[in-house]
């Protein structure tokens, strides 16, 4: 019987396996689903799907450059362990290849293109890899940058992945911009200089440090010269330009990048599962409680 993209698209949901294998259950069962997923199962397919559930908060940052453009990625998995092992770097390595030949504009975007000229997707790619590795794994983010004429981008993993740093300057060398970005690196800071903070941010932070003022006793008379310069110090603790260089910390990064002839153009900065609820185990509640059953 013809088995119609709904089906395999159903197929697909519930067990995360690839389209060109749900279609091959489905022709195999004649379209009957409940046969179809256990066909899968038996095949050792659709135990993907197993995973899907489950908090992927470790992994890899990741960067690649080729000529002009490169890319920064970050892929999750469950464990800081998998996150080691060779097939999971070398499955990272090639969806960040991937993004920058295609160049998707979202991570949903990407996980529709075809991946490495087949009819299955990356997504396809990926549930293969979880039930190769066996943790659910996911493309959490990824930034592409094209460099102008006179730009350099400075690429820094720390950590074996745990943070990367992707940054670009104009006029410097990539020898600059990868100083850049092992001090983005080090320091996190949130902006290149202030003038990208947003008013909105700034005029908080400067009535929280003029009720500070206030609240010390200080006379209203100097409370605005306080607040100023307490606000300045605000501002080199999350603008890059004005942080004590980590390989200088006698001159500040913009004045260190502008001896080099150039200025910080971007940065991008992924730290692994940041902002993610990372999973606790307690393995002796975890024994204790298989002893229980």
Do not use: W
């Not at 379209?31 to 997923?37: L, Q, V, Y």
């Not at 990356?122 to 794994?137: M, N, P, R, V, Y």
């Not at 104009?170 to 020898?175: E, K, N, P, R, V």
């Amino acid at each position: 019987m013809a088995i119609t993209a709904k089906q395999v698209k159903e197929l697909r949901e519930k067990t995360g396996a690839g389209m060109m294998d749900c279609k091959k259950a489905l022709s195999e069962t004649d379209g009957d689903m409940d046969k179809a997923i256990d066909f899968l199962r038996e095949k050792g397919i659709s135990k993907a799907a197993k995973k899907a559930d489950r908090v992927a908060a470790e992994g890899l940052a990741h960067i690649v450059q080729e000529g002009n453009q490169a890319v920064i990625v970050e892929i999750n998995a469950e464990t800081d362990f998998v996150s080691k092992n060779e097939n999971f770097v070398n499955m990272v390595d090639a969806v960040a290849k991937h993004i920058l030949e295609n160049k998707p504009a979202t991570a949903a975007d990407a996980l529709e293109q075809g991946f490495a000229g087949e009819e299955n997707t990356l997504q396809d790619f990926i549930t293969s890899q979880i039930a190769k590795i066996g943790e659910k794994i996911s493309l959490r983010r990824f930034e592409i940058v094209e460099l102008q004429e006179n730009q350099h981008a400075g690429s820094y993993i720390h950590m074996g992945g745990r943070i990367g740093v992707l940054a670009v300057v104009d006029g410097a060398d990539a020898q600059t911009a990868k100083d850049v970005a092992m001090h983005v690196a080090a320091i996190n800071p949130k902006y290149v200089s202030r003038d990208e903070v947003s008013k909105e941010e700034t005029d908080r932070e400067r009535e929280v440090l003029k009720q500070q003022a206030m609240n010390e006793g200080k006379p209203e008379n100097i409370v605005e010269k306080m607040v100023e310069g307490r606000l300045s110090k605000f501002f080199e603790e999350i603008c890059l330009n004005e942080q004590a260089f980590v390989k200088d910390s006698d001159q500040k990064v913009g004045k260190y990048v502008e001896s080099k002839g150039g200025s910080v153009k971007t940065f991008f900065r992924y730290e692994v599962g940041e902002g993610m609820e990372k999973r606790e185990d307690n393995f002796a509640e975890e024994v204790m409680s298989q002893v229980k059953k």
